[in-house]
């Protein structure tokens, strides 16, 4: 049997790429996975040709089994056949006859051919999204695996409505009255510089005067935009789980990860990361998160601010916290867009307290600005996405592409 030659024939019967027939094979075996299926039960996720051409090629390469189901309307009974039989076993009609035999088509996808074909989604999609020049940093991150501390920044948040810092800061909706200080501002927010934009607003803008209000503006921006429910497969918190980390650090506010580790046994409310105290034990499986920033719960202790920032990492304390908690692990940066000077500024403080080697997931990346990271032990792990129609990154792909790199990294092989 061969899987690259299903493919490559369902792409040729209904014209498309290798590619996207790849994505309807893999659609259709998400949608029926070992239960036994009908027609029907795809109809919602593919149009009736595409049914037609994949159960044809299935059915020729033998990786799914057909029975038929009918029910006999002489004697209200029903019953289980081959495809090739037509008689009733009731009124030994005809079953595609002239008597109206409800006949149904059951196909069965068989065991072995299930283990292949999930090997071969696998193999595929994993050559799909990770970005061939970088794989030796992946082969170094998958050896550390067990060891990663998974640092969450904001656009694992995206899915759920959360904006980003670009979109959070634009919805304070700043105003000056200096048009030098409007051009600061939009400097400060093209070159990603967001603790300074937020400086600024909190010092210079007419509508919110102070860290507190900002705090306030900034809770309410939050629990305003933030979706209720999401589906598990357009978004990454119940896969950044699966790395079962004892601990995980955001700079986000909010307190969605912590939603989706508190259903595992071994849970630990999240927590500031300026509240940890070094005689308490991070046992295995606490599955606890550290916010950096505080958040939105604790409203007064999230950092909205360069100087609150400043002060935040170059007090002692938390130096020291970083040390004992960081140790000589690895992080891996998840969320963070690595061209702003947020994120490189972050990253900078941190380094400076635990040096060692860190991992930071970057969607199509660019090749100087990952050289640029490996000066400072940051390696990429590069991901091709999907451009979406303004030729920035497909968010959607994305979110598809950190469960493939997630089940690569924790061996799940979705069985
Ligand atoms: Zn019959």
Same mark, same amino acid.
């Given at each position: ?7 490559? #024939? ?61 029910? @006999? ?14 008689? @009733? ?22 065991? !072995? ?43 694992? #948040? ?20 200096? !048009? ?47 979706? #209720? ?165 497909? #968010? ?20």
């Amino acid at each position: 049997m061969s899987l690259e030659n299903l493919m490559k #024939s369902v792409a040729s019967d209904l014209q498309l790429s290798d590619e996207d027939a790849f994505f309807l094979i893999e659609n259709m075996i998400n949608c029926i996975g070992r239960e036994q299926f009908t027609k029907r039960l795809l109809i919602e996720n593919l149009t009736d040709e595409q049914i037609l051409v994949i159960i044809n090629y299935m059915e020729h390469e033998k990786i799914i089994t057909t029975e038929v189901s009918y029910e @006999c309307p002489v004697f209200n009974e029903s019953s289980e056949t081959i495809p090739s039989a037509n008689k @009733c076993e009731f009124c030994e009609g005809n079953l595609m006859g002239d008597i109206d035999h409800e006949v149904e088509f059951i196909y069965h996808l068989k065991d !072995n051919a299930y283990k292949d074909v999930l090997k071969w989604l696998k193999e595929k999609e994993e050559e799909r999204y990770f970005k061939h020049e970088f794989l030796d940093n992946l082969k170094r991150l998958k050896e550390a695996s067990n060891r990663i501390i998974p640092f969450i920044g904001a656009g694992l #948040s995206l899915p759920f409505g959360i904006p980003n810092w670009r979109g959070l800061i634009e919805r304070l909706s700043p105003s000056f009255e200096k !048009n030098y200080q409007n051009e600061m501002f939009d400097d400060l927010m093209d070159s990603g510089d967001f603790m300074e934009a937020l400086e600024l607003i909190k010092d210079k803008s007419y509508l919110i005067t102070g860290e507190k209000q900002l705090q306030t503006k900034v809770v309410e921006i939050i629990k305003n935009t933030q979706l #209720s429910y999401v589906e598990e497969r357009e978004h990454n918190y119940s896969d950044i789980v699966k790395l079962e980390s004892n601990f995980y650090l955001t700079t986000n506010y909010d307190l969605i990860l912590s939603k989706y580790l508190s259903k595992f046994n071994e849970y630990t409310s999240a927590m500031n990361f300026n509240e940890f105290d070094d005689s308490q034990e991070l046992h295995i499986g606490s599955n606890q998160v550290l916010h950096l920033h505080g958040n939105i719960k604790q409203k007064e202790s999230m950092v909205v601010s360069k100087k609150s920032y400043e002060k935040f990492y170059s007090d002692n304390d938390n130096n020291f916290r970083f040390v004992s908690l960081i140790g000589s692990k690895p992080l891996l940066f998840l969320g963070f867009s690595f061209n702003d000077a947020f994120f490189e500024d972050l990253y900078n403080k941190i380094y400076n307290v635990i040096s060692g080697n860190h991992y930071i997931v970057v969607a199509n990346p660019n090749f100087d600005t990952a050289r640029e990271l490996a000066k400072k032990n940051l390696k990429v792990i590069g991901l091709n996405i999907k451009k979406n129609k303004n030729d920035g990154t497909d #968010s959607q792909d994305y979110v598809k592409a950190l469960k493939v790199l997630i089940r690569y990294l924790t061996n799940d092989n979705g069985t």
